[in-house]
């Protein structure tokens, strides 16, 4: 990088036990992320993050996890396009995968709601296999005022 330029996109990458713990910790971890990148943990775009990353870390610790390995967080902030990319990594085989559309909201159900809630508070989100084993499931969330 050449002197007084300063890079626009920031990742942050990290590892958590595929636990109900390792998936708490994965959201602490965005919020301080986000405000390394200036938005406090009040803000709308840290509060829709650590949503985002909750549920598809609470998605991996319950669907996604494979005993003896973890699951990796990676948020990457883009500044120019206003959004933050959220990527958990599981270690699931193929057979386990998201659905390609969110289920509708139960609201008599106890759970059901992870997917629908990523839906509503990402601009985008989908799935990727992850080579050599797992998949990835992503998701875009604005981080721009209003």
């Known amino acids: 990088m050449l002197p007084g330029t300063t890079t626009t996109t920031t990742t942050r990458e990290a590892q958590f036990a595929s636990t109900p713990r390792g998936a708490r910790l994965a959201r602490r971890l ?3 992320w986000m405000e390394e990148w200036g938005h406090p943990p009040e803000s709308d775009a840290a509060c829709a993050v650590a949503l985002v990353v909750g549920e598809l870390a609470a998605n991996a610790v319950q669907h996604g996890r494979v005993p003896g390995r973890d699951f990796r967080l990676g948020l990457v902030h883009d500044e120019p396009s206003g959004l933050v990319r959220v990527e ?10 998201p659905p390609v559309a969110p289920p509708s909201a139960c609201p008599e159900g106890e759970s059901g709601r992870g997917l629908f809630l990523v839906d509503v508070l990402a601009e985008r989100w989908g799935w990727e296999p992850r080579h ?4 990835t499931v992503w998701a875009e969330v604005s981080c721009q005022p209003g």
Do not use: E, I, T
């Open 30 to 32: 965005s919020v301080r």
């Open 88 to 97: 958990v990594a599981d270690a699931a085989s193929g057979k386990r995968r």
């Open 132 to 135: 050599p084993v797992g998949k």
